[in-house]
């Protein structure tokens, strides 16, 4: 485990890094909002040490931001806060408003409360992750399985565990990257279950906490009803996951002990996400569930009907590295407008002083299919990724494509690209060098079948 410093200050972070080594602990530190989040993605981090003051001068917007991403992410890692102004500008306040905030330390003072570091740093993670469940309440509509919901959040907490700690982990501390030596064939089923494994904790540690959100879940009922609907039907792709990876281990005479390890947490996760059928069948039991559905209250919200009603609808969700911005995306855009085929863009949807990540979520929930332009240069940016994943999670928990492969370079490279995505070898793509009519034909067909 490891402590996270967010600092752009030279000194500071020279100072805060050699002090947190010193009492025993890896240290890793970023200077802005998106790269912190970046690692986090990567690594496993027990906590997090934010100075608020990231932008020029004194602004805070940049330290907001950051918690703004963490919370958006349920990304519930305890926190300590270091600031340049006083507490009487109600800067405290405001950060603990955030639940996984600990304490706020004005940097002027900081050495008097080297003890608060040293007591936050000496938590163990234990009672940090039992603070995180203690975080979130159950809504007062649904008290009456006020019990069911907190055996929910307990499963919810593990998940996230396994995310932020076991896989991270197994992945880049263990000798996972042996995997890398064996022939595709071998390779692609191992690859593919930390991937999947990886992200079946990142869905279910959110999915299991958003019962609170009713703009997505407004009753009980609909909160229930999507997780049978479209959480417990893919548990069969979950275990033939679990099955390839094993068959692949049955033929090794070295296997990795990462790779056993990850398919022992695999199971773990399964046994959870399988105990969730139970959970289903008790809360229907319950009073209030009969109720809604005796009522004819919704069991979905609606939000495909409502978008496709919706004046913001758009056909395809951009995702691409800057790089490809001049090259790519300057030749694809006028075809695409010239077609009427309306589209999500980074440059043209998010405005200043929006939040990066809301807005970008809601741009690949509102967008029929995610083109995601596949290129050298995309795989070396970890944001595209993340758009990438988020969109192949929607389409592996809906059954429906969701993903278009747009491929840049020649026959070896794109090899080399899809052996850095194995599951692309499992989708029909489209090659950049068939030219833009083709590629405009061909979206037109998955547009209008």
Not at 30 to 46: F, G, H, N, V
Not at 91 to 109: A, T
């Amino acid at each position: 485990m490891g402590i996270l410093i967010v600092e752009n200050d030279i000194k500071w972070i020279d100072h805060l890094k050699k002090y947190v080594e010193s009492k025993g602990y890896n240290v890793y530190y970023r200077q802005t909002p998106i790269q912190a989040y970046q690692l986090l993605e990567e690594l496993p981090i027990s906590g997090i040490i934010l100075d608020l003051n990231l932008g020029l001068g004194r602004n805070l917007n940049d330290g907001f931001f950051f918690l703004d991403i963490l919370e958006t992410h349920k990304i519930y890692i305890p926190t300590i806060i270091l600031s340049h102004f006083s507490d009487k500008k109600g800067i405290g306040k405001r950060c603990f408003e955030y639940p996984f905030v600990e304490d706020v330390i004005s940097k002027s003072r900081y050495f008097e409360y080297q003890k608060k570091i040293v007591n936050f740093l000496n938590t163990s993670q234990d009672n940090k992750i039992k603070r995180i469940r203690k975080s979130v309440e159950i809504r007062r509509d649904f008290a009456e399985v006020k019990h069911l919901f907190e055996r929910l959040h307990l499963y919810s907490s593990q998940f996230y565990v396994f995310n932020h700690d076991d896989w991270p982990h197994l992945r880049n501390k263990e000798d996972f990257t042996r995997i890398f030596k064996l022939p595709m064939k071998q390779r692609g089923p191992l690859d593919f279950l930390y991937g999947e494994g990886r992200q079946l904790s990142v869905d279910m540690s959110y999915l299991l906490q958003s019962f609170n959100d009713t703009s997505l879940y407004p009753t009980l009922k609909s909160f229930v009803d999507h997780i049978e609907e479209n959480c417990l039907q893919h548990i069969d792709h979950t275990r033939k996951v679990l099955t390839d990876a094993e068959d692949v281990v049955s033929t090794l005479n070295n296997c990795p002990w990462a790779v056993d390890q990850m398919i022992e947490l695999h199971k773990r996760q399964l046994k959870i996400f399988e105990s969730l059928f139970n959970w289903v069948n008790m809360v229907k039991e319950s009073n209030l569930y009969k109720l809604e559905a005796r009522h004819g209250l919704p069991s979905e919200i609606g939000i495909d009907e409502d978008m496709a009603k919706s004046k913001d609808r758009r056909d395809v969700f951009i995702c691409h590295s800057t790089e490809d911005k001049p090259t790519i995306i300057a030749q694809l855009l006028p075809e695409l407008d010239k077609k009427g085929i309306t589209y999500w863009y980074d440059n043209a949807e998010i405005k200043w002083g929006d939040s990066i990540v809301r807005k970008i979520n809601e741009g690949i929930r509102i967008s029929k299919y995610v083109l995601v332009v596949v290129s050298d240069s995309f795989i070396k940016k970890n944001w595209p990724q993340v758009e990438f994943e988020s969109a192949m999670s929607i389409e592996a928990n809906s059954g429906e494509i969701k993903v278009l492969p747009l491929m840049v370079g020649d026959q070896s490279q794109i090899k080399a690209l899809v052996s850095k995505y194995p599951i692309l070898a499992s989708k029909l793509y489209v090659k950049w060098n068939n030219g833009i009519d083709d590629i405009i034909e061909q979206l037109k067909a998955r547009l209008n079948p």
